[in-house]
């Protein structure tokens, strides 16, 4: 049983499966339905973390988390963009633009058939 202080609000709390305290995990729940439901309404309106904050008064960095988390599919909800975390261009594809995200495909493949190449054996001299 491990006992956590609440990421968000400090309170002490038993953790069971988040980092957040009940009430917290609520809050952030209700968040969520806010911006989904702002970003339906504002569909064909280009829209940004900072406008989502200043209108409904959710932090743009829970924003950019429920983005991440993979909860908030921006290119099919809205005309929202993002900038890539690996290249700085705007995104509607999520936190890393598609130019991007294929490049780490094709190194991650690379990467694979390299450390699956049979290697010569080692010899060890004594």
Known sequence: MDVLNCKTCGKLFVRQSSDL???CIRKDHTDFEK?????RERR????????????IGVKKENVYRY???GRLLISEISQMEIMC???GK???DGTICAECRD????DLAQAMLDSSAPSKPRTYRT
């Open 103 to 106: 490049t780490l495909r094709r």
């Open 21 to 23: 305290c009940v009430d």
């Open 35 to 39: 911006v989904r439901e702002f970003l």
């Open 67 to 69: 983005i991440k988390e």
């Open 90 to 92: 705007p995104s509607r």
């Open 44 to 55: 064909k309106v280009r829209t940004s973390p900072v406008d989502i904050e200043m209108t």
């Open 85 to 87: 975390e690996s290249c």
